[in-house]
């Protein structure tokens, strides 16, 4: 079973400046997914940032990285430079690195707010 | 242009009707997922499909039913049996094999009932 913990419903951050949100999670799985999806007002969910589990090396992808700390089950996405279109629900979420087990598990999210 | 179409973006229903709300893909795609999103709430997994013609209950499947006739459509009706349908509702596919990979979300269709 897993369970992922987001404990900041909202957060807000200056344009321009950095700002990291916080995930925690729990599984019993040894290999495993972690994700970021961001939620704009169109409510479509897109990917940001993806780390496999077995990997060490912190994934990045342009003005967003992560924090993961494996041993302390805590996978925070930092973004860097905050722009206008930043704005929108994050949600962490894992899911089991091997198909056959499917099950993606969301955290309850948290609100961006970008202050121009 | 490939990608994941869901209609209608709206629905209205009334009670004790049933609605099917629709889900395809041109990413060739072998799993699909429906979700279902209320608000303040992340993503619960409501069925999923690894393969045509099959398919297993997620965490909230009571007052849902799906079917996978084609690798390319995986369409969700919500019965008059489910107690509070009125949700924002998400499909989801992916590729399949010895490793998992990343799920890409459709547009979503917001259910209201009447």
């Known amino acids: 079973a897993q369970t992922v913990t987001q404990s900041q419903p909202e957060m807000s951050v200056q344009e321009a400046e950095t700002v990291t949100l916080s995930c925690t999670y729990d599984t019993s799985e040894s290999d495993y997914y972690l994700f970021w999806y961001k939620q704009p007002p169109s409510r479509q969910m897109i990917l940001v940032i993806r780390?496999?589990?077995?990997?060490?090396q912190n994934a990045t992808e342009n003005r967003f990285s992560v924090n993961f700390q494996k041993a302390a089950k805590s996978f925070s996405l930092k973004i860097s430079d905050s722009q206008l279109g930043d704005a929108a629900m994050y949600f962490c979420a894992s899911n089991p690195l091997y198909f056959g087990n499917e099950k993606l598990t969301f955290g309850t999210g948290t609100r961006l707010t970008i202050i121009p | 242009d490939g990608g994941i179409t869901q209609s209608p973006k709206y629905l209205f229903r009334k009670e004790g009707q049933n609605v099917t709300l629709s889900c395809e893909q041109n990413l060739n795609h072998d799993a699909m997922y429906w979700y279902r999103q209320d608000p303040g709430q992340g993503l619960r997994l409501i069925y999923y499909?690894?393969?045509?013609?099959?398919?297993q209950k997620g965490d909230i499947a009571e007052g849902y039913s799906v079917s996978r006739e084609k690798k390319e459509s995986f369409p969700l009706t919500v019965t008059s049996a489910q107690k509070n349908p009125t949700a924002f509702y998400l499909c989801?596919?992916?590729?399949?094999?010895?490793?998992?990979?990343?799920?890409?979300f459709g547009p979503g269709t917001r259910l209201t009932v009447l």
């Open positions: 780390q496999e589990a077995y990997k060490q």
């Open positions: 989801a596919s992916k590729l399949a094999g010895g490793r998992a990979d990343t799920q890409y």
């Open positions: 499909s690894q393969i045509v013609n099959d398919f």
